[in-house]
């Protein structure tokens, strides 16, 4: 059973950049059936996807935040990452990592991590 | 980008009611869409894939509809677990969207 984890600082000043990192156990990050996603909620609000990384490092980015993200991947690691850079305060908010298994039977994020909160303030 | 509507925001129902919520995209996104639940504090989980496709271990009171630009989730028999909040989230074009999400709680 595949099982996702974030960690990374949970507070960062404005202008500087947020860094999170997703842990994959329980399976392979090179698994291919996956394409492996940051999503983030701020405080009572809904969701929105920021981006996604494949195990070739092939990426795609929500153009909202495109200037300033960058997604990578480390296979040694079983890990994926997040950069977030010139952070305000419409960024704090819960960041979650997911998995989006993919197949004929349709696109999906079937596994979350438990999601970390990330507050940008002086 | 394609976004998604969801009405109503938010629901209060009594236990054992039916209960609908629906979704609207701005497009046809034929049936790629999916529901999910999000409970207090917890990630979202996956409900419904697909439109109409039950995802495995969920009960089968959960069920899911429609294709185009107008879909609707119906919850059968309203359980006191089933309170959260639900979002639908299209995958017919990048960058994925979520609706705005609806609260459903008990009366």
């Known amino acids: 059973q595949v099982q996702l984890q974030e960690s990374g600082p949970g507070l960062v000043k404005p202008s500087q950049t947020l860094s999170l990192t997703c842990t994959v156990s329980g399976g392979s990050i090179s698994s291919g059936s996956y394409y492996w996603s940051w999503i983030r909620q701020p405080a009572g609000k809904g969701l929105e996807w920021i981006g996604r990384?494949?195990?070739?490092?092939?990426?795609n980015y929500n153009p909202s935040l495109k200037s300033r993200v960058t997604i990578s991947v480390d296979t040694s690691k079983n890990q994926f990452s997040l950069k977030l850079s010139s952070v305000t305060a419409a960024d704090t908010a819960v960041y979650y990592c997911?998995?989006?298994?993919?197949?004929?039977?349709?696109?999906?994020?079937?596994?979350w991590g438990q999601g970390t909160m990330v507050t940008v303030s002086s | 980008d394609i976004q998604m509507t969801q009405s109503p925001s938010s629901l209060s129902a009594s236990v054992g009611d039916r209960v609908t919520i629906t979704c609207q995209a701005s497009q046809d996104i034929s049936n790629y869409l999916n529901w999910y639940q999000q409970k207090p504090g917890k990630a979202p989980k996956l409900l419904i894939y697909?439109?109409?496709n039950l995802e495995t271990g969920v009960p089968s009171r959960f069920s899911g509809s429609g294709s185009g630009t107008d879909f609707t989730f119906t919850i059968s028999s309203l359980q006191p677990e089933d309170i959260a909040t639900y979002y639908c989230?299209?995958?017919?074009?990048?960058?994925?969207?979520f609706g705005q999400g609806t609260k459903l709680e008990i009366k």
């Open positions: 990384i494949y195990t070739s490092g092939s990426t």
């Open positions: 697909d439109a109409s």
């Open positions: 997911a998995a989006e298994r993919y197949s004929s039977s349709g696109d999906a994020f079937d596994i």
């Open positions: 989230q299209q995958y017919d074009n990048l960058p994925y969207s």
